[in-house]
């Protein structure tokens, strides 16, 4: 993630709207993974292959794994509510309010990523 938006930054002929709008698209992109990652690790027994080969699919690198667990903590407590009891959560899902204080339980460093 870095990597992409370091290049944007360092982007001359990228004027500030244009670097703001890369910004809000790679928010959104993560918090889309996250949002995956967080139905995968809830939803019964997976293996470590399994995660191996959807954070493949997400690409997700080794080093993005640090930013996967920290937006995964900050996911709200009742879009995680929704997201468990219906599958997808009922308002915009890129525009969901993030809150950290509501963890209802820690994340195991090893657990997911």
Known sequence: ???????ALCEEAFSDSVIEQ???????????????????????????????????VLHIKPEDRQLTQFWM??????????LLTY????S????????ETHSDKPLPSSSLV
């Open 73 to 82: 903590r900050g996911l709200g407590h009742q879009y995680r509510t929704q």
């Open 1 to 7: 993630m870095l990597t992409t938006l370091e290049s």
């Open 87 to 90: 599958g997808s959560p009922t």
């Open 22 to 56: 890369c910004l809000i698209s790679a928010k959104a992109e993560w918090m889309n993974k996250v949002k995956v990652l967080f139905k995968f690790r809830r939803t019964g027994q997976r293996t470590q292959d399994d995660l191996n080969r959807l954070l493949s």
């Open 92 to 99: 915009s899902s890129t525009e969901e309010p993030v809150s």
